[in-house]
């Protein structure tokens, strides 16, 4: 069955620290990935998608993620924290269902926590 | 500004009340979603739809009911609440099921 997995719930960095989320999918084909940032008591909003084509995306607030078929990975990466940035971070990734059942399942989340 | 808007954004209740939380989307989106998020379990899908009178039961629905009135509204119902469906509920939108999602900013539920 597809899933996904990140495997760290906490993470812990220093302002100005680089940062790697680590986000694994199981999936027969390709999926579409997905991450999404939640702040305090807000929902969630979407920093990059992969589709296809250059397996490193860029997305907002300097965020990039790069996609590993070999290693069923789409990690998420930037290279230098603010404290602005501690939120829940989710991976998700598209079922692979076609037409009307489609739709997306999530990991449990990784907690950042920078600190000043 | 294209969104998605949950009512209401608190809402306490008794064991056995009825409660039905609501969502708009002004995305044109086909598909709207309802979540609950709890701490260790992520987000877990209860119900969806791909448009309006359409209904797809999630992964955790039992004590949930919803309804599509149109494109743009979704309803979640608890008819019987129990003290087990205090959570935090997001409803969410996407054109597509597998292409990206606007959330709301959550409902809070407490059943006492």
């Known amino acids: 069955a597809q899933s996904v997995t990140q495997p760290d719930a906490r993470v812990t960095v220093s302002e100005g620290a680089s940062l790697q989320l680590r986000c694994k999918y199981s999936?027969?084909?390709?999926?579409?990935l997905f991450w999404y940032v939640q702040y305090q008591r807000q929902g969630l909003q979407l920093l990059l998608k992969?589709?296809?084509?250059d397996p490193v995306v860029q997305g907002v607030n300097g965020f990039e993620a790069e996609f590993s078929k070999s290693d069923s990975s789409f990690h998420l990466r930037k290279a230098s924290v603010h404290w602005s940035d501690s939120a829940v971070y989710f991976c998700?990734?598209?079922?692979?269902?076609?037409?009307?059942?489609?739709?997306?399942?999530w990991g449990l989340g990784t907690s950042l926590v920078v600190n000043p | 500004e294209a969104a998605v808007t949950q009512s209401p954004r608190n809402k306490v209740t008794v064991t056995g009340g009825n409660v039905t939380l609501s969502c708009r989307q002004t995305?044109?989106?086909?598909?709207m979603y309802w979540y609950r998020q709890d701490t260790g379990h992520g987000l877990r899908l209860i119900h969806y739809?791909?448009?309006?009178?359409?209904?797809q039961i999630g992964d955790v629905p039992d004590g949930y009911k919803a309804t599509r009135t149109t494109q743009e509204d979704f309803f979640l119902l608890l008819e019987l609440a129990s003290p087990s469906q205090t959570s935090l509920y997001f409803c969410?939108?996407?054109?597509?099921?597998?292409?990206?999602?606007?959330f709301g900013s959550g409902t809070r539920l407490l059943v006492i």
């Open positions: 998700a990734a598209s079922t692979g269902n076609v037409g009307d059942n489609s739709k997306l399942i």
């Open positions: 999936y027969s084909g390709t999926p579409y």
């Open positions: 992969y589709y296809s084509g």
């Open positions: 995305n044109s989106h086909n598909y």
């Open positions: 739809s791909y448009g309006a009178g359409n209904l």
């Open positions: 969410a939108s996407s054109g597509t099921g597998d292409s990206d999602y606007t």
